[in-house]
């Protein structure tokens, strides 16, 4: 049993710049993804996406944020495998169970490119990538299924925000902590339609 499908939602970010889950910094994502069930309780997923992330310095949160004023926005292509682990078999008709929470883990890569305060352009080069999340999944009918998650990336690179490449202690305090990593987030919403093998009837003779 396999299934294509589309994933539309929010990408966030904490690092050098942001550092609480702040809203206002989400920006638009999206993926198509390919997932295959090895049973009733697991499957795995290829997806492959594009998406926004951006950030602005918290000039309530210290004085060095204030002084620094660093701000940065940008775009990245992702692929990632991912393996799904399902508490309840959503998919069998006759238990009458149309829907299971999840949870997920997996690796990628991704590369993104941006632009910060001062107009500079940067990129962050080819980077592993390490999600890991949970979500639900609803059966509509027999074809379409329709999920919601959340996920939590680590990016093993200080560099999405463009202030961690210099010393932490630069004047104007623009460099960042080079030994703490940023994470990326991302909420979504997917649907993917689902393919059945169909078994044929062979004669005996």
């Not at 060095?64 to 393996?83: I, K, Q, V």
């Not at 682990?85 to 993104?112: C, E, I, T």
């Not at 991302?186 to 004669?203: A, D, E, G, Q, R």
Request: aromatic share 16%; hydrophobic share 40%.
């Amino acid at each position: 049993m396999s299934e294509i499908g589309i994933e539309i939602g929010a990408n966030n970010y904490i690092g050098d710049v942001v550092r609480k889950y702040d809203f206002s910094n989400n920006a638009l994502g999206g993926q198509f993804f390919i997932r295959r069930h090895i049973n009733d309780g697991v499957s795995y997923r290829i997806s492959a996406g594009i998406g926004k992330i951006k950030g602005v310095d918290d000039e309530a949160f210290d004085v060095f944020s204030a002084n620094r004023a660093a701000s940065f926005d940008g775009s990245f292509l992702m692929t990632d495998l991912l393996l799904e682990y399902h508490f309840l078999n959503y998919r069998n008709d006759k238990l009458q169970q149309f829907w299971s929470p999840y949870v997920f883990f997996g690796a990628g890569l991704y590369r993104m490119e941006g632009q910060d305060q001062d107009f500079n352009n940067y990129n962050t080069g080819m980077n592993f990538r390490i999600p890991v999340g949970v979500g639900v999944k609803l059966r509509l009918d027999r074809r379409w299924v329709l999920g919601i998650s959340t996920s939590a990336i680590k990016t093993n690179s200080d560099l999405i925000d463009n202030v961690s490449a210099n010393s932490p202690n630069i004047k104007n305090y623009r460099g960042g902590n080079p030994n703490d990593d940023d994470w990326m987030f991302n909420t979504s919403i997917s649907l993917s339609y689902t393919f059945y093998k169909i078994v044929c009837w062979k004669p005996f003779f």
